[in-house]
């Protein structure tokens, strides 16, 4: 009786807000457009052409056995870290590499695959998103702030707040575990890993072009989902605001921010972060009551913790491979203070003593790239990323106007 009546409450309380959401849409019409444009914007220019790639490479390294290759080399290094088979590790790094949510969407495939348990699954979610380097240095530093030099100790932090993560992910589901048929590690093996890269290759049978298409189609499908969330979460960033819920909400953020000894004027703009990091980072910056030192902290939580609209994109994915959301959510919260711990701690070794011209451990060169090499990716990315989109969309319309007209040739 009790779960019948939660039941009924649960869709009660979905429909409320699927109501008022449309509500909302009806009163504030010329904002909704607006954020909805917003949204737009910048899943053409930037999201698209960011991700794309990665994706598309990582589903013809899949397919052609090379991760497979990396995961018997990687073996001794992810399963006593981290509890997870090798081919973590390319999940890993592509997700530090091309950002949120590539670590969901290829550990949802490896986990279609049958390389990764569910326990593992979980696990490998939890600390292969991550959001890019080019965003945290490009964006956020050089953009938002205007200051290069900041995104060495967010990076740093950042990462580090991952790796943190991931080991104490490693303790999730540790008994159910112990209960099942433990894997056997196997020892680095150059000649095994050879052997394992040939038989993956065998087993795929398609042909190079149909592999590619895909490919293409499979990543484009996945990044028009997740343009959908972001449009879809802004536009309810802004009626939040518009309908001075922000203002009424953001006052219990206040006790926790008065904890973390950060000024309470950053209250919205954390908030705002909360569902979009791009948005709340940039509201960040432009706090003027808070010390920089105060920002930084407060980014790296927003950047860690990845915004309720990337964290419904990586459910989505999560759950078309039936992955639990749940460990994913809590790893978040950890990656988010951990983060903005280090960016604390590591505050005067990497940006007073670097910014001031203090000695430092630190290359030289690492200065020149931070200035140069983020910010032109960024600007490049920006300019050229739309007509990457749009020739990519109209490749995807082809190959499926080109599968529909073979599937109905042979009906």
Not at 295 to 313: D, E, I, M, N
Request: charged share 15%; with cysteine.
């Amino acid at each position: 009786m009790k779960q019948n009546w939660g039941a009924k409450w649960k869709t009660v309380l979905l429909a409320s807000a699927a109501t008022l959401f449309a509500f909302s849409l009806i009163c504030y019409p010329k904002q909704s457009l607006e954020a909805s444009i917003r949204g737009l914007n910048m899943w053409w220019e930037v999201v698209f052409p960011s991700l794309l790639p990665f994706f598309i490479v990582s589903e013809l390294l899949i397919s052609f056995g090379v991760v497979s290759f990396l995961g018997v080399l990687l073996e001794p290094l992810m399963r006593p870290l981290f509890r997870v088979p090798g081919v973590g590790g390319f999940a890993w790094a592509m997700g530090m590499a091309s950002g949120y949510p590539s670590g969901a969407k290829l550990t949802a495939r490896l986990y279609q695959e049958k390389q990764l348990t569910t326990i593992e699954a979980e696990r490998l979610s939890s600390f292969t998103n991550s959001s890019n380097p080019l965003f945290i240095f490009g964006a956020v530093s050089a953009g938002f702030f205007n200051n290069p030099q900041l995104g060495l100790v967010l990076a740093v932090s950042h990462y580090l707040g991952n790796i943190s993560v991931g080991l104490i992910m490693r303790f999730h589901g540790i008994r159910k575990e112990r209960r099942q048929s433990k894997r056997q590690p196997r020892s680095f093996s150059l000649p095994y890993a050879l052997r394992t890269l040939h038989r993956t290759r065998l087993k795929n049978e398609q042909p190079l072009g149909k592999l590619l298409g895909d490919a293409v189609r499979s990543s484009v499908q996945t990044l028009l989902m997740i343009g959908g969330f972001i449009i879809l979460f802004s536009v309810m960033n802004k009626l939040l605001y518009m309908m001075h819920l922000t203002e009424q909400l953001a006052p219990l953020l206040r006790h926790l921010l008065r904890l973390a000894q950060l000024p309470e004027q950053l209250d919205i703009p954390v908030f705002s972060g909360l569902f979009e990091i791009t948005l709340g980072s940039q509201m960040i910056s432009q706090t003027d009551e808070a010390m920089l030192m105060e920002k930084a902290v407060a980014t790296s939580f927003v950047l860690a913790f990845g915004g309720f609209s990337v964290q419904a994109q990586v459910a989505s994915i999560l759950a078309e491979a039936n992955i639990r959301f749940q460990p994913f959510f809590i790893a978040r919260l950890l990656h988010g203070v951990f983060a903005a711990s280090f960016t604390y701690l590591l505050w005067k070794p990497l940006y007073i003593k670097t910014a001031g011209g203090m000695p430092t451990h630190i290359p030289a060169f690492l200065h020149a790239a931070k200035d140069s090499a983020w910010n032109e990716g960024w600007r490049l990315l920006q300019q050229y990323g739309p007509l990457l989109t749009l020739l990519f969309l109209c490749l995807y319309i082809w190959l499926v106007i080109k599968a529909v007209s073979k599937s109905r040739g042979r009906s």
